[in-house]
């Protein structure tokens, strides 16, 4: 007999998802999280959107340790010393599509769900390595011992090492993955509605871009209850190529003239760095395997779609999708990979798959670098003179289009940007 009917190998909001749901129909599972509590290692920006976790828990959103629901979406382009801003607030009552969430929180309290259930969870502990018999997976090595199963789901994050020993996934490449500096900053809650222009409750997403000098990225940050949280991400490559350091952006980032306003008398009090798969579609792996199947960000999906940043909704929904198709190989004691395979039909008929799909060309869009500098530039350029009233008379349109927009690109370079834009967007 084994030790568990499923062992799951991470404790983030994919690993929790699955065994909360084998759990709850009586499966005995094993969960081993490497942090101090399910949370603890977890970085996210972090927006939730709330489809996949209110079809999971079926319990009003209200009652889920959020931090705020957002009513208020801002996209910000910046240049040096001047910003403008597209703003969405959205009052509707009852109707959140998404909540800013702290993971120390928000997992922790789902962890302790999971466990009502009767799953076993157990943190601070490492899983070394995947235990095979004849070639099929059948357990795991925690400090030189094994433990078995009838099936392992591979949930440990994009840092995800065991897919990689069984040859399921190659290295990642540096253009695969972005790499984020964030911060937990502390403002109090009056000051954060105050500041923000929020009533209790409500929350507010902003995404920057422009603000990155040039290298592919861009700045996020998030309102929760009594605490803002602010980061920056950038692709590897970018990076490299331009010789700076995600540590140098975030630090010009929260010192720019705009950002410098909003975090005044504000207390850090986290500091941390995470990657991000970023290639969407074209970076998932092999999911399944005899005795093994892969979920969240371990599996590659992550949707980055401009200002839309969407992970944890994979996560879970790929989580509870693993469990499902565990349950029927479990129900028939067929662990090979020909019936797991039915978790590629599940996830081919979901929201992870077909989205993934539907924006597999995005990830090439969001890689050129004229986003990042030269059009946040001349937008802020246009707009400031649009506003700008000094006695001298403006030209025509087209010729201060011609003065300021072409001096600078090609006018075939944006039309063929443009097109690309609208091709694969
Ligand atoms: C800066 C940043 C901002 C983001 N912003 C957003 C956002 O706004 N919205 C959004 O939807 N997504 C966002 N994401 C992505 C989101 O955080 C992830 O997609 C999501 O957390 C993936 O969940 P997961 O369960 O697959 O992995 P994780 O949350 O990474 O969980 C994996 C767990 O496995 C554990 N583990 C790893 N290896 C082992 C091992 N060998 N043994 C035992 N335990 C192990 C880890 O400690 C961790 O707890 C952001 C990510 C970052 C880095």
């Given at each position: ?292 199947l ?27 999708l693993a469990a499902e198709a565990i349950e029927k190989a ?10 797991l395979?039915i978790y590629?039909?599940l ?79």
């Open positions: 007999m084994p030790d568990a009917d499923v062992i799951i190998v991470g404790g983030g909001l994919s690993g929790l998802s699955a065994a909360y749901k084998l759990a709850s129909i009586g499966r005995n599972v094993i969960l081993f999280e490497r942090g101090e509590y399910p949370g603890s290692k977890n970085v996210t920006g972090g927006r939730m959107y709330l489809h996949a976790i209110k079809k999971l828990l079926n319990i009003p959103v209200e009652q889920m340790p959020f931090e705020r629901f957002v009513t208020r979406e801002v996209v910000t382009i910046m240049d040096e010393f001047r910003s403008f801003s597209i703003e969405l607030n959205s009052y509707e009552k009852g109707k959140y599509q998404s909540a800013t969430v702290l993971r120390a929180i928000f997992d922790k309290w789902f962890a302790s769900l999971a466990e009502e259930k009767g799953a076993s969870i157990i943190t601070k502990t490492k899983v070394d390595d995947l235990y095979l018999e004849d070639g099929k997976v059948k357990g795991v090595i925690v400090a030189n011992e094994k433990i078995t199963s009838n099936i392992v789901l591979v949930s440990e994050g994009v840092n995800s090492f065991l897919p990689l020993k069984l040859g399921l996934r190659k290295e990642f490449e540096a253009n695969y993955l972005v790499t984020s500096a964030k911060a937990v900053i502390e403002l109090g809650e009056e000051e954060i509605d105050k500041r923000f222009n929020l009533k209790k409750g409500q929350g507010m997403a902003q995404i920057f871009v422009g603000m990155t000098k040039g290298v592919t990225g861009g700045g996020f940050l998030y309102t929760n209850r009594e605490t803002i949280s602010i980061g920056v991400v950038c692709l590897l490559e970018s990076l490299v190529k331009n010789k700076t350091s995600i540590a140098d952006i975030f630090e010009d980032f929260i010192y720019h003239p705009v950002l410098e306003k909003i975090l005044e008398g504000g207390r850090m009090l986290e500091y941390s760095g995470h990657l991000i798969p970023v290639k969407g579609y074209s970076m998932i792996p092999k999911l399944v395997y005899d005795g093994l892969i979920s969240g960000d371990a599996a590659g999906f992550f949707l980055e779609n401009g200002p839309i940043f969407r992970g944890m909704d994979f996560a879970i929904e790929s989580g509870s479990l129900k028939e004691g067929d662990y090979s990979e020909k019936k395979s590629l039909d996830l081919n008929n979901s929201f992870v798959l077909k989205d993934l799909k539907r924006y597999k060309n995005v990830p090439k869009v969001m890689q050129n670098e004229r986003l990042y500098k030269l059009y946040p530039s001349i937008i802020n350029e246009i707009f400031y003179d649009f506003f700008t009233v000094d006695g001298t008379t403006k030209p025509s349109l087209i010729s201060y289009l011609k003065n300021k927009t072409f001096k600078h690109i090609n006018p075939i370079v944006i039309l063929k940007d443009i097109v690309q834009f609208l091709l694969y967007s």
